[in-house]
């Protein structure tokens, strides 16, 4: 009998398993379930589908109803995974028309992502509070706009406030964002460099109010504006932007341990506290490459990194996961902001001693027309002097440099070592002395 | 008494080893002694010049005379150094005017650089034959576009011969380049990967011609054309673009020995055999960090770093210098082809037994509008697994790509480690898949 393996959510993590898995297990019967119409599309795009830069929704759409039959694989959507039976290996699943069925395994990947997160704040039951989440929120949102919205108020400034800020404002709104920290980006960034990045922002016309807890929804059925830090900022269009929570509910109800983050617990192989149940994508812990403790971070490429590795081991082959140092990067108008491994402050609570050298330089040689501003600030720990964090904001190449960094970091590169890399240059495209190369210099004076 | 330092040679490398040395000593008494007239100016933008990127020749110089005498650095320039005396310690220099002196010094270092060279070709004696090594070279290229050329022949397809014909073809020339080796770009590409530039370099109507090796230089006292591979190639600009040659007669007239490469023998401190003298830049060796064997990079990024090492050791302090990969990119057009370790063909050469991956991606996701190609040879030492080697070819982010492989390089990190590393994603700057773990992946799957 081919080997039975159901996957629980169609996203980056569960498709990418579903793959893993079929290329490991040629005869394996592999079904994925999703309680969602569409499958398969890059949550990331969205704010860019809302700010003009990607025609349509369906663009986003990664995974073709063809890519599943190529790959032999069972997709069951709108059909909602209501149990789990660890013990007689069935997953409870209900489709559209209500009809509920038990469809066995013999190996289970839970990849049921995140949901948008909502605090308890007075009003939040009110109509007309708008996520970026799904496609379907991302159709809710440009719909408002077409309407005839003209403002917008975003709480919370990660990452996906920012680009639905920035996406509001290419429609032409007039965007407000609260944030209840008294800094941008507070996962990606440390205060001094998170200050250059908001004051571009504030350039570019969007009004930003850090230091600002959100204390009501106002409005009387409908959301029309919300009191922060005791100020009030009205909107058309309300945001919530504070976050996602893992989707756990289903895993803890069927015994499924869930760590210290209140993600689902899982080991190297991304397995679950139950044999032969893993767990991947944004419900699923991983362990930080720099602390060796669990961690929570919900990027695509952790996503698709996890269910590979499931993929593999659920379809009886054999891989491990090496790790996360939480590499992000996100395109702020013309402005590149990218983050790895610790930052200051992170490294600070985790109870790391270091030094950070802070360099401004430039992305083309001084003479070479257009070159653009480029700040990196290394953290490093000051004992065994190695790398354990970057964060980088720059007009050109600080994805790749980001990665230049993670990867000296999992190799355990120290500053000294950094301070004499051997680095490419050309006049259009950097400097003689390559920035990474010369925030590591600095960092070495502060450790003479 | 102060220390006295002399350097011979005032560009990249003697200018880079007379800040450090002032860092390090602030009392030494610092001499450069170059016999140009022009110092401190970036070779590597002539061609950008010439194309017309850059306004101007002086827009080129680096250093100003006032950074000389803000580092209290003496500088003589049109000063050549004509001979050393290792055991009374002196170079003796003859100024524009004819006076001779002899310059007393503790520490010595030699950065002479290297030249155009021209093999011993038929007819190589004629006039007109241009190369592009210093500001006087492009100023000369520029008179002659300017006085009414129309058709040029460059022979060399190594990094500066591509340039200089881009940079022709910009002003309105008609480009033949001539290579004698069936490929262009040998010391950065294999075959598989020049084979894609050198399309592109033709489709934007550059006529390339490889495996045609330069026989003659034919016209009357004035060079018009080449003879290569038995065919005629006329042209109002001849250019010798054959590469370049350490210059390191002063050295070796002095008994300072040269190594296997025929430049200056070093050591991880840039001393010469001689006690007391340095070599750096354009006529010093390197160790290759893969190879640990004697090698000639005659880079930019290179001459500065040995500049660096040698300043401070010079001026009484400790600096190891560690080695080479010979990373190295250039924008030709709107494609950067960049390089960095052992190409797959130097590795045989070193007896390495190799396994590569090459693959083709996006610079952007898919669905993001603007995404360009992007192409990403990986070498790899068979047996150890150990990444030694990339080239790459594409339209965004392929210097920091290659610096990223050479710190992984440098760090002796496996296949393996790469296909599972972590990585930044966002939609309008990379794929969720990075391009350099796919190649990593292509080489797993091969290793298998």
Not at 201 to 206: N, P
Request: aromatic share 4%; with cysteine.
């Amino acid at each position: 009998m081919p080997r039975r393996i159901v996957i629980i959510g169609a996203h980056a993590a569960g498709v990418d398993a579903a793959s893993a898995a079929r290329k490991t297990d040629r005869t394996a019967d592999i079904t994925l379930v999703t309680e969602e119409k569409h499958c398969g599309y890059s949550r990331c795009g969205l704010p860019f589908v809302i700010g003009g830069q990607i025609p349509s929704f369906p663009s986003l759409i990664v995974f073709l109803p063809s890519y599943f039959q190529m790959m032999k694989l069972n997709l069951k959507t709108e059909t909602k995974a209501t149990s789990i039976d660890t013990t007689n290996k069935t997953v409870e699943a209900t489709d559209k028309n209500g009809k509920t069925e038990a469809i066995p395994y013999d190996s289970l990947i839970i990849s049921t992502g995140a949901s948008s997160f909502m605090p308890p704040i007075k009003g939040k039951e009110k109509q007309g509070i708008y996520s970026l989440r799904t496609l379907e929120d991302g159709e809710k949102i440009d719909a408002a706009i077409k309407k005839g919205g003209k403002t917008a108020v975003v709480m919370g400034a990660g990452l996906i406030g920012l680009e639905t800020a920035i996406a509001l404002k290419e429609r032409g709104l007039k965007v407000t964002v609260i944030e209840m920290l008294p800094q941008i980006l507070p996962q990606m960034l440390d205060p001094d460099l998170a200050k250059g990045a908001q004051e571009m922002l504030e350039q570019k016309g969007i009004n930003i109010q850090t230091g600002k807890p959100v204390e009501e929804i106002l409005g009387a059925e409908k959301a029309t504006g919300v009191l922060a830090g005791g100020q009030q900022f009205d909107g058309d269009l309300i945001v919530s932007a504070f976050g996602v929570r893992a989707n756990t509910q289903l895993a803890a109800n069927a015994g499924i341990a869930l760590g210290d983050t209140k993600a689902i617990k899982t080991n190297a192989r991304m397995e679950t506290s139950v044999k032969d149940v893993y767990a991947v994508g944004d419900c699923a812990e991983s362990t930080h490459i720099v602390t060796q403790k669990p961690t929570l971070m919900q990027f695509g490429t952790v996503a698709v990194r996890h269910g590979k590795v499931s993929g593999i081991n659920a379809a009886g082959g054999y891989a491990l996961f090496t790790g996360v140092l939480g590499s992000s990067v996100s395109r702020l108008y013309e402005t590149d902001v990218g983050s790895t491994g610790l930052t200051d402050g992170a490294a600070q609570r985790a109870r790391i001693e270091t030094v950070t050298g802070t360099i401004t330089s430039k992305t083309k040689a001084d003479y070479y027309p257009g070159a653009l501003p480029i700040k990196v600030k290394l953290v490093v720990e000051k004992e065994s002097q190695r790398i354990i964090g970057a964060q980088i904001i720059g007009g050109e190449e600080v994805t790749q440099r980001i990665n230049a960094i993670s990867f000296a970091i999992q190799k355990q590169m120290t500053a000294r070592e950094l301070a004499k890399a051997d680095t490419a240059y050309a006049p259009p495209v950097c400097e003689t002395w390559e920035p990474l190369v010369l925030a590591a210099e600095m960092v070495m004076m502060k450790l003479r």
